[in-house]
């Protein structure tokens, strides 16, 4: 699946974000990185208000963040990328609770969910994701030496790279 979102849109919606945090930002493309891997998604986030010098993009992966200059909004950038889709907007879930952006998303034929349902979405999908067990986490002191001494004996690594 394919998603288009309104980043500055979504924040409010996710728990434990907020707009006034300095961070929200990435906050919200780590969250985001993690949906992906877990639901074999890609995603490009439209930000707006970038910093002078901030502005462009920038790729995370399977996310995509696009960092839209003072001058612009991110509802139009959103509106401009989904009519250069052109037919291929209908592979795209477009991800927003603004009228403007949603219109904009129907004239393509692209699907909408909203920004509260986006956020159940990714909360259920975490929910639902297997967490490591202690022994996926890490390895006792015995079990690295063990480890160590296998590879030892197969003598150097390659081009005499070292740990």
Not at 111 to 132: H, I, K
Request: proline fraction near 6%; charge should be negative.
């Amino acid at each position: 699946m394919r998603y288009i979102i309104d980043g500055h849109n979504l924040i409010p919606h996710m728990p434990g974000m907020s707009l006034s945090d300095p961070q929200d930002e990435q906050t919200l493309i780590d969250t985001l990185i993690r949906f992906c891997r877990q639901k074999n998604a890609r995603i490009t986030v439209f930000f707006d208000q970038a910093a002078p010098g901030f502005a462009g993009e920038r790729n995370y992966g399977l996310v995509r963040a696009i960092f839209v200059p003072r001058s612009s909004s991110a509802d139009q950038a959103i509106a401009n990328f989904v009519r250069q889709l052109a037919g291929e907007a209908r592979n795209h879930t477009v991800v927003t609770s603004d009228r403007m952006v949603q219109a904009a998303a129907r004239a393509h034929h692209a699907q909408l969910m909203s920004s509260a349902d986006f956020s159940r979405l990714v909360m259920q999908t975490a929910a639902a994701a297997p967490s490591a067990s202690a022994a996926e986490q890490s390895l006792s002191p015995e079990e690295l030496k063990e480890w160590e001494d296998l590879f030892r004996q197969y003598g150097s690594p390659p081009d005499d790279l070292t740990p």
